[in-house]
């Protein structure tokens, strides 16, 4: 039986070529779009290099104090002193990275100024992130507790301060008006990456008062557990480490939340709600921003499919004629549409993908390379379903209920 | 004539409800897509009302444990004489951190008889007018005398002055900040500095003198000559460096920050421009073909009135008609739609920015219909009336 529809489908679609271009048109770009975006989603949030462990890690990156008399309110960061004291003493965690947010600092290279990022962090940053080293090793506790001077830079970072592939493990940089040896050079993160950094130093070099016992600061911790399991756990010791922080009188609600890396990006936004940060919220929001950008599409795709029904009245009243039950008819073409959406469907996922190829060659951001994966995919998969149903069910209904007589009388 | 068209057409609204309400739904979209165009093209066009060539900035804190007021205003003057003694310097000036193409920005509240705005509050010296080669409206710019006062002497901006003042002269006149300047006194107003970046609406804002209240870290903005170099940055960092031992130092440049902040606008809008451009050639490619596809099946009707006399010509103008016609529906609930957002005043817009927006988004749906039912009404209007008589 789909045989056959599968048949006529592809017979329809060659009679009426200019108006199969125009479906596939639609169904293909909207879906390319679709994916492109989703490409870019997938990328923010997915575990990827270095922050390999994203699935089983929870950020402590935000902080937010708030007085109880008046309307008065701080958000920030939390506190070095928060992440070290705090945070880093939980039992549930694994491990725990502590880095700060990172400050632009200028470096001066043969009369050329360099801005580069520096980023103060602890050992086991290099533990919690997987790095790959091109040149030597990240540096170890004794080094951060003995504040000595040493700096693990990227790659780009090398290139540009010792010339293209120079070697520069034990070489001397110098930055913010310091200088630092380097023990390590790492694979270079793009800029969009919440670790990424042109240089990496302990945090006991940090300029910074590092005893001031403030909660609002410019650091943040990731904390590694064994599983994801593990996450009610820690995150009930965390929030009744929490409730124990000594108080400011001025601002004595403390609101901070250990959060999954999807989690640290809603939390910012108007419907994070206490323990709630708003994931969900934000899924319904941007679906609805999607339906309403498939709209259009599918209302033109509608108009063409009732278009091509009055083109096929007289098949469509002798299969009546015959005895073919209205749900016949309906569930043949929301087959034959289904058909057509995933032919538009394979032209789209063609197209995206030099879409993407061509956004990975123009260097939007350095080291940033968005590609199709199984979970892109997917969704796309989904949406050419959805798409195909919506713009079928109400042709296939008109269709279905038109009369025998003027069916067959048509033309 | 006309009547006729739309009698005809409103006749046919079942069939055409759907291609009627595409048409709405991609106008609502162009009406969108060209009150950005609008509002950005107006902002892009004022003057900017100051000038970022060779102006650099960066920011610092106070060096740990300096609590004391008064070594706090020392340092700031420290630092000014030093960078103003070197040869390369012409103008230095500190302001908050609110400094143009800057990330920050601080916003207060503002009262005037009875009434209050949002305004932005600007805090700096008496040299950011050369700085930044500010334009005076009205009244004087800062001096050293201001540090003395009854009322805070403040500048103003001159959108602020247009909402709070009006027409009016503004010098001498007092407004109110509850929350930072209590009784300010108007001294004078200013060409509004567009510093948000080229495509921003700048805001309503004050500037208040730094005096010697002020204890926070500070931006310094430095206007260099021409002949500065990165030689010369180099050995400004170095002594800044020195200078100011707790804060990682980072010179900008005032013209590159300009286009960073530009590009953050941009990017986002032109991504959607690309979208909406996709939509639009979508809409394009239906409209032609159900057009084309209505127009084909009434053969027998055109052939009839050719038969009868009518002339190629006005068979064609009138599908065109026809097809403006229904348009016209959609567009008229499309323009009561879009209406209302200068009437709520939604976004803060002014309505002139709708008003232009909306048609510019009309002319363009009917030239997007007229184009989409020129080919096939010509098509149409070729029939031979014998051939299409015959065809039933």
């Not at chain 2, 503002?110 to 805090?123: D, L, P, R, S, W």
């Not at chain 2, 000559?225 to 180099?234: L, V």
């Not at chain 2, 009434?298 to 068979?315: T, V, Y």
């Amino acid at each position: 039986m789909l045989k056959n529809y599968f048949k006529i489908a592809i017979a329809v679609l060659k009679r009426r070529k200019f108006f199969t271009f125009i479906s596939l048109f639609g169904i293909s770009f909207t879906l390319a779009i679709i994916i492109v975006v989703t490409a870019f989603i997938d990328h923010a949030v997915r575990p990827g290099y270095p922050d390999v462990n994203r699935d089983r890690e929870l950020y402590a990156d935000r902080m937010h104090l708030k007085s109880s008399k008046n309307q008065s309110n701080i958000n920030g960061g939390p506190s070095f002193y928060f992440v070290n004291h705090y945070v880093a003493n939980l039992k549930t965690p694994v491990k725990v990275s502590i880095q700060s947010n990172g400050s632009a600092t200028n470096s001066y290279v043969n009369n050329k100024k360099l801005v580069n990022r520096l980023r103060y962090t602890n050992d086991q940053f290099w533990q919690v992130l997987q790095f790959n080293f091109i040149e030597g090793k990240p540096y170890n506790k004794q080094q951060v507790d003995n504040a000595e001077k040493v700096a693990v830079i990227s790659e780009d970072m090398r290139n540009a301060y010792f010339g293209e592939d120079a070697k520069a493990l034990g070489k001397y940089i110098e930055t913010d008006n310091v200088q630092y040896r380097i023990i390590g050079v790492v694979t270079s993160l793009p800029a969009t990456s919440n670790v990424f950094a042109d240089i990496y130093v302990p945090y006991t070099l940090s300029k910074e008062d590092l005893h001031n016992t403030g909660l609002i600061g410019g650091y943040r911790a990731i904390m590694l557990f064994n599983s994801r399991d593990d996450f009610k756990r820690a995150r009930d010791e965390y929030n009744q480490m929490v409730a124990k922080l000594p108080r400011d009188p001025q601002f004595d609600l403390v609101y901070t939340y250990a959060d999954t890396y999807p989690e640290t990006f809603t939390r910012g936004l108007p419907f994070a709600e206490g323990e709630d940060a708003g994931v969900t919220t934000f899924l319904i929001i941007a679906t609805i921003i999607i339906l309403l950008f498939l709209l259009l599409p599918t209302l033109n795709l509608v108009n063409i499919n009732i278009s091509r029904i009055i083109d096929r009245s007289s098949e469509i009243g002798v299969r009546k004629a015959f005895g073919a039950s209205s749900r016949t008819l309906v569930y043949q073409f929301i087959v034959e549409n289904l058909i057509l959406t995933f032919l538009g469907g394979i032209v789209g996922i063609v197209l995206s993908f030099i879409i993407l190829q061509i956004i990975n060659n123009a260097g939007l951001v350095d080291h940033m390379h968005l590609a199709i994966n199984l979970h892109v995919l997917f969704i796309t998969l989904l949406a050419c379903i959805f798409f195909g149903l919506l713009s079928g069910v109400y042709p296939a209904w008109r269709m279905s209920r038109m009369h025998v007589v003027t069916a067959l009388k048509a033309q | 004539m006309i009547k006729h068209l739309f009698k005809l057409t409103w006749n046919k609204k079942k069939q055409t409800f759907l291609l009627m309400t595409e048409i709405f739904v991609s106008f609502i979209v162009m009406f969108a897509v060209f009150t950005m165009v609008v509002f950005y093209y107006q902002n892009y066009s004022r003057e900017r009302g100051f000038n970022y060539e060779n102006v650099w900035n960066l920011g610092y804190d106070n060096p740990p444990g300096m609590q004391n007021i008064d070594s706090i205003v020392a340092f700031r003057q420290y630092l000014k004489q030093m960078i103003k003694a070197m040869p390369q310097v012409q103008d230095v000036s500190f302001s908050d951190a609110n400094i143009p193409f800057g990330d920050a920005n601080i916003e207060t509240y503002i009262n005037y008889n009875k009434a209050g705005m949002n305004a932005e509050i600007y805090t700096v010296d008496e040299d950011y007018k050369n700085t930044l080669n500010v334009q005076i409206v009205e009244g004087r710019w800062f001096t050293k005398q201001d540090d003395v006062f009854r009322e805070r002497p403040v500048v103003i901006n001159e959108t602020l002055k247009k909402k709070v003042f009006g027409d009016e002269n503004a010098v001498g006149k007092l407004i109110t900040d509850a929350g930072f300047g209590g009784t300010m006194k108007v001294i004078g107003v200013i060409h509004d500095l567009k510093d948000k970046g080229d495509y921003v609406r700048p805001p309503a804002g004050y500037y208040k003198k730094m005096d010697t209240s002020y204890s926070r870290g500070a931006q310094i903005i430095i206007k260099v000559k021409p002949n500065a170099d990165a030689a010369f940055e180099s050995k400004l960092y170095k002594t800044l460096s020195n200078a100011i031992p707790n804060t990682s130092i980072d010179i900008k440049h005032m013209d590159k920050e300009r286009i960073i902040k530009n590009t953050q606008l941009l990017v986002p809008v032109i991504v959607l421009f690309t979208i909406a451009g996709f939509l639009i050639i979508n809409v394009a490619l239906g409209l032609f073909g159900v057009l084309w596809y209505s127009i084909n099946r009434r053969k027998s009707e055109i052939g009839l009135r050719r038969a009868i006399g009518a002339s190629r010509g006005s068979i064609s103008k009138q599908l065109m008609g026809e097809a403006l016609a229904l348009s016209t529906m959609s567009l008229l609930a499309g323009t009561f739609f879009a209406v209302q957002f200068p009437l709520l005043n939604v976004f803060n817009l002014a309505s002139n920015t709708y008003l232009i927006a909306n048609g510019l988004a009309v002319l363009f749906i009917y030239l997007l219909v007229l184009i989409c039912s020129l080919y096939p009404s010509r098509q149409a209007a070729a029939i031979y009336p014998a051939e299409a008589l015959h065809e039933d």
